[in-house]
């Protein structure tokens, strides 16, 4: 039995310059997790579900549980001295570390609650985090710290609150992913090495969106449906609408998740520094991979807190698939 704190400590063992302070800033991510999934499942029964009323940053409605999960996450990371600037998905603005606290070397960006749509009907959700290095050189962390390329990051992982909890992470060693034993409190491993099929049997889309999205992306949904077997063997659709969830599915049995650009999101939904980079900076070491159409994921550089991009992710052939249709019909447009 491995428990999370033993796997990391052993992977800190192979780096003799490692100071431990990342191994520290993912225990504390770990325990803030335990925290948020012990309140999700006693939601339904401490009367925690619902909305608190407010909007967050993108003018969506905030759910009880979206702030007590980003307050978790904060108050678990904000004083250990291990971090100099955080960024949630739920805050308009970078959080600061407190004044009469130590500040240290690392920035961590959060998605608290994804897929929180799903709370108030006992579905899956989960919590996003991206940890990157400071660039600053001194003092409180500026913005230039969290504006990074993904491909700058140390780290990355997601927690999914499932039938059961798991925490799933890489250091950029592959990935690996913990499972939350809930009679002593611990994630123990139960994925030591969690590689994706290079061809997946999901494809997951909201496809609802159908009409609105551009020509390219209407072909090459319709070929992972199967209309156009002499390219693409069709598959089997699955769409949860929480990309912690949708994920994972297809991170462990193979698949393509997409949320493409469309006529109301001209630049997608999802966001590039709490949700996209970090699911790409896991796929790729799982041997899959991520783009925007265009361009890899992890080599966007942001030039803004919340921005957003399209997201295709998933299976490697999958996704190649995908990008050369939309190149293609690009190319024949033009
Ligand atoms: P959230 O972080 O506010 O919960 O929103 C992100 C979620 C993703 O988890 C999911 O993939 C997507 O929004 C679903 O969007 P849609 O309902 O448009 O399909
Ligand atoms: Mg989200």
Not at 199 to 204: A, D, E, H, N, Q
Not at 257 to 272: A, E, H, Q, T, W
Not at 276 to 297: H, L, N, V, W, Y
Request: charged residues 20%; glycine residues 10%; hydrophobic residues 40%.
């Amino acid at each position: 039995m491995t428990t999370i704190e033993r796997f990391i400590l052993d992977q800190e063992e192979k780096y003799p310059e490692a100071t431990g302070e990342l191994s520290n800033l993912l225990y504390d991510i770990a325990l803030a997790a335990k925290i948020i999934a012990a309140s999700i499942r006693r939601a339904g029964l401490v009367n925690i579900l619902g909305s608190a009323g407010a909007t967050n940053v993108q003018g969506e409605e905030q759910q009880k549980l979206d702030l007590f999960a980003n307050a978790t996450l904060t108050n678990a990371l904000n004083h250990t001295g291990r971090v100099c600037v955080m960024a949630s998905e739920e805050d308009e603005m970078l959080i600061p570390v407190p004044d009469n606290y130590p500040v240290g070397k690392y920035v961590v960006l959060y998605d608290p609650l994804d897929g929180s749509s799903n709370i108030d009907v006992n579905g899956a959700v989960g919590t996003i985090f991206s940890i990157y290095r400071r660039v600053s050189l001194e003092g409180h962390g500026a913005l230039a710290d969290v504006l990074q390329a993904g491909c700058k990051q140390v780290a990355a992982g997601y927690v999914i609150y499932g039938s059961s909890t798991m925490l799933v992470y890489t250091t950029g060693q592959g990935v690996a992913g913990f499972t939350l034993d809930p009679s002593i409190g611990e994630f123990l491993l139960s994925h030591p090495k969690l590689v994706t099929p290079r061809v997946g049997k999901y494809y997951s889309v909201n496809e609802s969106n159908f009409a609105r999205w551009q020509k390219g992306t209407q072909w090459a949904v319709r070929g992972l449906h199967g209309d156009r077997p002499e390219e693409i063997k069709g598959k089997n659709s699955r769409y949860i609408g929480s990309l912690v969830a949708d994920f994972h599915r297809n991170l462990i049995a193979g698949g393509i998740f997409l949320y493409p650009s469309d006529s109301r999101n001209p630049d997608g939904k999802l966001r590039l520094l709490y949700e996209c980079s970090p699911m790409a900076f896991i796929a790729e070491q799982a041997g899959g991979s991520a783009t925007d159409g265009t361009r890899r994921i992890l080599d966007i550089m942001p030039d803004h807190l919340h921005q957003r991009t399209p997201l295709v992710i998933g299976s490697r052939e999958d996704v190649g698939y995908v990008a050369d249709t939309l190149r293609s019909l690009q190319q024949d447009r033009a």
